[in-house]
């Protein structure tokens, strides 16, 4: 079956740091999201992809990059690490064409100490 | 920016008592879709209605849209213990370059007592 994972699924690191989180799905999709979600804000969109090279910055950007070399996989780096960036970020995917429903990851939930 | 709105943020009911959870956005849409999110998951997506429809039925779940008061609602009916969620609407942009990404909102708690 059709899948979507992260990885990993919790992390601690410290400020500063360069942290990667993966997403890899084998829906076959061509679109990608990194969400960040903390009490009180909801899903707050990181960076999103429509395709292999092409990526874009969602509303809350700063301090995270990504890159999209194969259709599979999204990694999100942080590169450097900083308190506020410790939430719960999930990985979502979605098929060019239909209604957009996107498909989650898990979550990977990342303290930054 | 968050385009979608709930009500109520938070909702609790008994077993078998139908809920009733509510969404506004702003700008015009393509379709609006609720997920559900259970304690430490990633979101499900539960029903997706399109802009030119105006109900949706899905087992116990009924989902309306009112595009001239840019509103809709999810019924659950018969609730039940495994009910207990939060529930997150999302539209998808009229906006033909645009309409991939999803305007979340920040969505309703339930929790269905037994």
């Known amino acids: 079956d059709a899948e979507i994972t992260q990885s990993p699924r919790h992390k601690i690191t410290e400020t500063g740091r360069q942290v990667t989180l993966a997403c890899h799905q084998t829906?076959?999709?061509?679109?990608m999201f990194w969400y960040r979600q903390d009490l009180g804000h909801g899903l707050r969109l990181i960076h999103y992809?429509?395709?292999?090279?092409?990526?874009n910055k969602g509303e809350v950007s700063d301090g995270y990059s990504v890159s999209r070399s194969n259709t599979e996989d999204l990694p999100l780096t942080l590169e450097s690490a900083a308190s506020s960036q410790t939430s719960v970020y999930f990985c979502?995917?979605?098929?060019?064409?239909?209604?957009?429903?996107?498909?989650f990851g898990p979550g990977t939930r990342l303290t930054v100490t | 920016s968050q385009q979608g709105e709930e009500d109520p943020q938070a909702l609790s009911i008994q077993e078998g008592e139908n809920a009733t959870m509510n969404c506004s956005y702003k700008?015009?849409?393509?379709?609006l879709q609720w997920y559900r999110q259970n304690s430490g998951r990633g979101l499900v997506h539960l029903i997706l209605?399109?802009?030119n429809e105006r109900e949706k039925h899905s087992g116990r779940l009924r989902v309306t849209l009112d595009t001239s008061k840019k509103s809709s609602s999810l019924l659950i009916t018969a609730s039940r213990a495994a009910d207990t969620a939060s529930y997150f609407c999302?539209?998808?942009?009229?906006?033909?370059?645009?309409?991939?990404?999803?305007?979340w909102g920040l969505g309703t708690s339930l929790a269905v007592n037994p």
């Open positions: 209605i399109r802009s």
């Open positions: 829906w076959n999709h061509n679109n």
């Open positions: 999302a539209s998808s942009l009229r906006n033909a370059g645009n309409n991939r990404k999803l305007i």
């Open positions: 979502a995917s979605s098929a060019s064409g239909t209604g957009h429903e996107q498909y």
């Open positions: 992809s429509y395709g292999v090279q092409d990526t």
């Open positions: 700008t015009s849409i393509n379709n």
